[in-house]
T-cell receptor
Framework: DQQVKQNSPSLSVQEGRISILNCDYT??????FLWYKKYPAEGPTFLIS?????DKNEDGRFTVFLNKSAKHLSLHIVPSQPGDSAVYFC????????????FGSGTQLTVLP | EAGVAQSPRYKIIEKRQSVAFWCNPI?????LYWYQQILGQGPKLLIQ????????DSQLPKDRFSAERLKGVDSTLKIQPAKLEDSAVYLC??????????FGSGTRLTVV
């Protein structure tokens, strides 16, 4: 039972264009969502997060949008850079669960120069 | 600040052998997690510690996996005996309340 789903295993984008990574969830109890970036042979690193009381959060080139009614969130990267090429994981947690994270399966983003 | 240290980085063992992984969290981080990441999947929580006590081990296959966190600092995760399906990257993460996770680089286990 996958509670967090990333249906696109891979995405290729031209440098300078927008990258949009999508994530769906099924557990209505999730109230905090995060995106992690992972390079080969390294652990995931935190990128950006959003609380369920918001529908948008921005940090530089990265913006996360949350649509609670659709149980959907997306990560926008504008403009995309070759250094953004990595696996992106969507994760979710429930308040009071000691911040245990449930991860999606990841999307490999390739930014082409 | 030093990150989360894990060793070894890579390990290859035969099925039915035993293996142990070590994690040294960031100093002062009371919460420690072990995650298993199978190729093509996202990390899955195995066990969570708060100081030296277990908070949640509901997803740990206790017939073969064990973990401990002595003195609330370092932690070890052991598999005995290993199965082919245990091939994965084992990630350790630590956290201090109010802040996010810091992951280590992981141990890649291959069971042949």
């Amino acid at each position: 039972d996958q509670q967090v789903k990333q249906n696109s295993p891979s995405l290729s984008v031209q440098e300078g264009r927008i990258s949009i990574l999508n994530c769906d969830y099924t557990n209505s109890m999730f109230d905090y969502f995060l995106w992690y970036k992972k390079y080969p042979a390294e652990g995931p690193t935190f990128l950006i997060s959003i609380s369920s009381i918001k529908d948008k959060n921005e940090d530089g080139r990265f913006t996360v949008f949350l649509n609670k009614s659709a149980k959907h969130l997306s990560l926008h990267i504008v403009p995309s850079q070759p250094g953004d090429s990595a696996v992106y994981f969507c994760a979710a947690s429930v308040s009071g669960s000691a911040r245990q994270l449930t991860f999606g399966s990841g999307t490999q983003l390739t930014v082409l120069p | 600040e030093a990150g989360v240290a894990q060793s070894p980085r890579y390990k290859i063992i035969e099925k039915r052998q035993s293996v142990a992984f070590w994690c040294n969290p960031i100093s002062g981080h009371a919460t420690l997690y072990w995650y298993q990441q199978i190729l093509g999947q996202g990390p899955k929580l195995l066990i969570q510690f708060q100081n030296n006590g277990v908070v949640d081990d509901s997803q740990l296959p206790k017939d073969r996996f064990s973990a401990e966190r002595l003195k609330g600092v370092d932690s070890t995760l052991k598999i005995q005996p290993a199965k082919l399906e245990d091939s994965a990257v084992y990630l350790c993460a630590s956290r201090v309340q109010g802040y996010g996770y810091t992951f280590g680089s992981g141990t890649r286990l291959t069971v042949v």
